[in-house]
């Protein structure tokens, strides 16, 4: 349609901000039936009209500018596109003409940017609720992501299409409204809306609490999903105070030198599992009493199975700046280096070497 | 250095990597949906999984154990220490969270009020009147069981009781990864130790 062309053009020019607080004064004189209402509109609606019968934009442009905001009724740019008689008709077919024309509108998305321009209309806030009413077909809205003000209620738009696409919460961090889109046959009742929203956000969350908490995957419900991870969380604390009594259980014992341990500990194990690698160490059997624990200790550690091998190079780090004082310092990066190809070593390449160590 | 840790540690990843695998289709998907929410929680699940976060981890953990150690020297009882150990543990975690999510900073409030919320805790728990169960209580409080589910899950994540609900959703995602960490990084630090320990022992005398 050209008067959609018209439009289209008319946006890229502008510079088209979906926004169309003239969509809102439509639907208060719409709903209404005023005639004040229909006065109020920016003479948009005027423009509108006359692209009935004049496609061109410029003119149609020069028309909008020439109007500015002039609330006055409508007849003069009328006359001067002769396309009206009398205003009262005017008005009428005016706003006859303006519901086909946005309903075009709408179909093809295309706002006009001059209803920007000239909003001295009070757009107030309560916009766009559909009224299905209204019009006989259906009305296809748009869904903008401008916000602008204050809106106090979820902006819904009923989708006469086929598409069953519906966008929920987005930007839901940034903005505080949500602009939810509803689904073809639900209802498109504001609290629905909003509850739909809310929930999608809830199950969205859930499965992704699903996923983390290990067999929760095959349970229907939220209530029994929600009794697992209770479980989860539960067993988890509980596996978190059984370690931190290990721990406090083991450590009185190393008091004496819990950083030279940690350090041989490593270099034990780099010593006996590397043999055949790069990494000779002339490691100064300072802890000599401990030489045979280091095969032990290298068999508890391949026992853990590999996700649990830590990344300990935050230990050496510190047990080896302890340790500088007792002239390991020129050992320091050679170790770390090695404690490296330990945390690298396959675990199937550990227990053969620890068997024929030992 | 550390580069080189991180191609072999990605076997500590391995019980993360179909997760991983799961998340990113789900990625896909949600993308058109909940592009924002799911985004986050996946930030969040990865957070805790990578090598960088475990290791800062471990390093402050033994760091803390080792003051931990140096304050309560030899100090008899195991299971004093072991409460401390473990609020020293949930401190180092909840630091590493770097203070984004709500329970770690509950975490590392409640380090000065905590002995003071225990004995208030006491007067008031030894006052409450222990209610009857009736039926009928039984039968109103059963209703919404989703939602008393929702606010045990509240009193379990340390400072989401009053919560919204995809709040505490969240807030219990970011936990369970953060708690899962601690736990690996407990362990392997213990069965170091455990082996250190008692052949030190032995070989001591």
Redesign the interface.
């Known amino acids: 349609m050209d008067l959609t062309g018209a439009f289209g053009a008319r946006s890229a020019a502008v510079g088209a901000c979906r926004e169309p607080p003239g969509l809102e004064s439509l639907h208060l004189g719409g709903g209404d039936g005023g005639f004040t209402a229909l006065l109020e509109l920016p003479p948009t609606q005027a423009v509108e009209l006359l692209h009935f019968t004049d496609p061109s934009p410029s003119s149609s442009q020069a028309a909008v500018a020439g109007i500015g905001l002039d609330v006055s009724p409508p007849p003069p740019p009328l006359h001067a596109y002769g396309a009206l008689t009398f205003p009262s008709n005017a008005a009428l077919m005016e706003r006859a003409a303006r519901f086909s024309v946005m309903a075009n509108e709408q179909q093809n998305g295309n706002v006009s940017g001059e209803t920007t321009t000239t909003s001295s209309v009070p757009s107030n806030s309560d916009r766009v609720k559909t009224e299905p009413g209204e019009t006989d077909s259906s009305q296809r809205l748009e869904n903008n992501r401008c916000g602008i003000g204050k809106r106090k209620e979820l902006d819904k738009k009923v989708k006469g299409s086929t598409k069953k696409k519906s966008k929920s919460s987005e930007e839901n961090e940034k903005l505080p409204y949500v602009h939810v889109r509803a689904r073809r046959g639900q209802a498109t009742d504001s609290h629905s809306l909003a509850e739909r929203a809310r929930r999608e956000k809830i199950n969205a969350r859930m499965k992704l609490l699903q996923e983390l908490v290990p067999g929760c995957d095959k349970i229907q419900g939220t209530a029994l999903v929600l009794d697992e991870i209770i479980n989860h969380v539960q067993s988890l604390q509980r596996q978190v105070e059984m370690l931190s009594m290990r721990l406090a259980a083991v450590n009185p014992r190393i008091d004496f030198n819990l950083d030279t341990l940690l350090a041989s500990e490593n270099c034990s194990l780099i010593d006996g599992s590397f043999n055949g690698t790069a990494m000779q160490l002339a490691w100064p059997h300072q802890v000599t009493e401990t030489e045979q624990s280091f095969h032990h200790r290298q068999l508890q550690l391949q026992q853990p199975p590999q996700p649990q091998q830590w990344p300990y190079d935050g230990l050496n780090q510190p047990a080896w700046g302890r340790e500088d004082d007792q002239g390991h310092g020129n050992e320091h990066n050679s170790l770390m280096a090695v404690s490296e190809n330990l945390m690298v070593g396959s675990a199937s390449l550990h227990p053969n070497q620890v068997k024929m160590e030992l | 250095?550390?580069d080189?840790?991180f191609?072999?540690?990605e076997?500590?990843?391995?019980?993360a990597s179909p997760?991983s695998r799961?998340?990113r289709r789900?990625i896909s998907e949600?993308a058109?949906?909940?592009?924002?929410?799911?985004e986050?929680?996946?930030e969040s699940?990865k957070r805790w999984r990578t090598?960088r976060v475990?290791?800062?981890y471990?390093?402050?953990l033994?760091?803390a154990?080792?003051r931990?150690?140096q304050r309560s020297?030899?100090g008899g009882k195991?299971?004093s220490?072991?409460?401390?150990?473990?609020d020293t543990?949930?401190r180092v975690l909840a630091a590493s969270a770097r203070g984004t999510t709500r329970w770690s900073r509950a975490v590392l409030a409640t380090r000065v009020r905590a002995s003071l919320k225990k004995h208030k805790k006491a007067k008031l728990t030894g006052a409450r009147k222990p209610r009857k169960d009736t039926a009928a209580e039984r039968k109103r409080s059963k209703l919404p069981?989703?939602e008393r589910?929702?606010k045990?899950?509240g009193r379990?994540?340390p400072g989401c009781r009053k919560v919204t609900?995809?709040n505490l959703?969240?807030e219990?995602?970011d936990?369970?990864?953060a708690?899962?960490m601690?736990?690996?990084?407990?362990?392997?630090?213990?069965?170091?130790?455990?082996?250190?320990?008692?052949?030190?022992?032995?070989?001591?005398p």
Do not use: C, F, G, H
């Not at chain 2, 076997?11 to 019980?15: F, M, P």
């Not at chain 2, 058109?32 to 799911?38: G, Q, R, Y």
């Not at chain 2, 601690?182 to 001591?204: G, K």
């Open positions: 250095m550390v080189s840790l191609p072999s540690i076997t500590t990843v391995d019980d997760e799961r998340k789900r949600t058109k949906e909940t592009a924002e929410s799911s986050i929680n996946q699940l090598n475990q290791q800062i471990a390093s402050k033994v760091e154990l080792r931990v150690r020297n030899d195991i299971t220490a072991a409460r401390e150990i473990r543990a949930d069981a989703v589910k929702l045990i899950l379990l994540v609900v995809p959703l969240d219990a995602t936990y369970i990864a708690l899962e601690q736990v690996r990084a407990m362990e392997s630090l213990a069965e170091l130790l455990a082996a250190a320990a008692p052949r030190s022992m032995l070989t001591r």
